[in-house]
């Protein structure tokens, strides 16, 4: 039980640490975030909320009481990152792997939660 905890607590840490990361670029770098955004063919306009629904969605994997808005977060997320990988992919600009790391945290992650939660 210990050994699940510390699974669930190290993947979900380090998802957090690329997620915030991330949302960090897009408040931050909005002009590098933006060219990536246009070559994508997403409008820029999206940039600052989508990293507000990077930062919630953290919020809500790390709640204790709400178990459906958890897994809101996760299926979110899962998403997210399966578009991210084939829209990097698309483009060529080598970014997928960050993608794909983040797919793997997070589905450790949620089979991890699920064990520590049952």
Not at 18 to 41: C, I, K, P, R, W
């Amino acid at each position: 039980m210990k050994t699940n905890k510390i699974v669930y607590y190290a993947s979900t840490g380090l998802l957090t640490l690329l997620l915030l990361f991330s949302a960090g670029m897009y408040f931050f770098n909005y002009d590098e975030v933006s060219v990536m955004f246009t070559q994508f063919g997403y409008p820029t306009y999206l940039i600052y909320p989508y990293a507000v629904l990077k930062l919630l969605g953290l919020i809500a994997l790390w709640s204790l009481g709400f178990k459906i808005l958890k897994e809101w977060a996760y299926a979110g997320y899962f998403f997210a990152f399966i578009l991210a990988f084939f829209a990097h992919y698309m483009i060529g600009d080598g970014e997928q792997m960050a993608a794909l790391i983040a797919l793997v945290l997070l589905t450790v992650s949620y089979i991890y939660n699920k064990k520590i939660t049952q």
